[in-house]
T-cell receptor, first 111, second 112 residues
Framework: DVKVTQSSRYLVKRTGEKVFLECVQD?????MFWYRQDPGLGLRLIYF???????EKGDIPEGYSVSREKKERFSLILESASTNQTSMYLC??????????FGSGTQLSVL | QQQVKQSPQSLIVQKGGISIINCAYE??????FPWYQQFPGKGPALLIA?????SEKKEGRFTISFNKSAKQFSLHIMDSQPGDSATYFC???????????FGKGTRLHILP
């Protein structure tokens, strides 16, 4: 069974904290993605990576960074969390030309 | 040009009826069109996908219709069941960069 695992289901952080969201896939996929999902706005792409140590900005990269040191792991970093980053964060992976597989999401609340 | 426009935002269908969700795109470089189903508290799950070289793809009760000239595609759910109640997202991607661009979603409710 294919699996994309996100490290936390719920997370509560304070404004200004550094936040790490971890994602691991077991399908040996080349491509990994981070999206945020907000009501009425759908899924918006933050960053994606098509290879180890490679990253590309998505539509809303401001305030975020990413790290991909190993093929199976893709981390999203909020350098200084702000209240407008309260959201559901979804990680996905896909092989080239294939469908995307998503994790269950991390609901992040920044107070 | 990168957008995928999805309608309606919400849809209510009687059990046994046909649910239809529509999407439109502008970028003719898109070459892969998946649909995702999302239940509350879960991540989206790939439901069915189509490439522009075919006009229709059917998997069980789910059918994608694709109109390349109109740059539109739609999801049809036949014999809709209460268990189909979920949010549905259409999406598109290009071979060139593999990003998946999503529509804003349709919240589907099937009345028992």
């Amino acid at each position: 069974d294919v699996k994309v695992t996100q490290s936390s289901r719920y997370l509560v952080k304070r404004t200004g904290e550094k936040v790490f969201l971890e994602c691991v896939q077991d399908m040996d996929h080349e491509n990994m993605f981070w999206y945020r999902q907000d009501p009425g706005l759908g899924l918006r792409l933050i960053y994606f990576s098509y290879d180890v140590k490679m990253k590309e900005k998505g539509d809303i990269p401001e305030g975020y960074s990413v790290s991909r040191e190993k093929k199976e792991r893709f981390s999203l970093i909020l350098e200084s969390a702000s209240t407008n980053q309260t959201s559901m964060y979804l990680c996905a992976s896909r092989s080239t030309l294939g469908g995307g597989f998503f994790g269950s999401g991390t609901q992040l609340s920044v107070l | 040009q990168q957008q995928v426009k999805q309608s309606p935002q919400s849809l209510i269908v009687q059990k046994g009826g046909i649910s239809i969700i529509n999407c439109a795109y502008e970028n003719t470089a898109f070459d892969y069109f998946p649909w995702y189903q999302q239940f509350p508290g879960k991540g989206p799950a790939l439901l069915i996908a189509i490439r522009p070289d075919v006009s229709e793809k059917k998997e069980g009760r789910f059918t994608i219709s694709f109109n390349k000239s109109a740059k539109q595609f739609s999801l049809h759910i036949m014999d809709s069941q209460p268990g189909d109640s979920a949010t549905y997202f259409c999406a598109a991607s290009m071979n060139r960069d593999d990003k998946i661009i999503f529509g804003k979603g349709t919240r589907l409710h099937i009345l028992p």
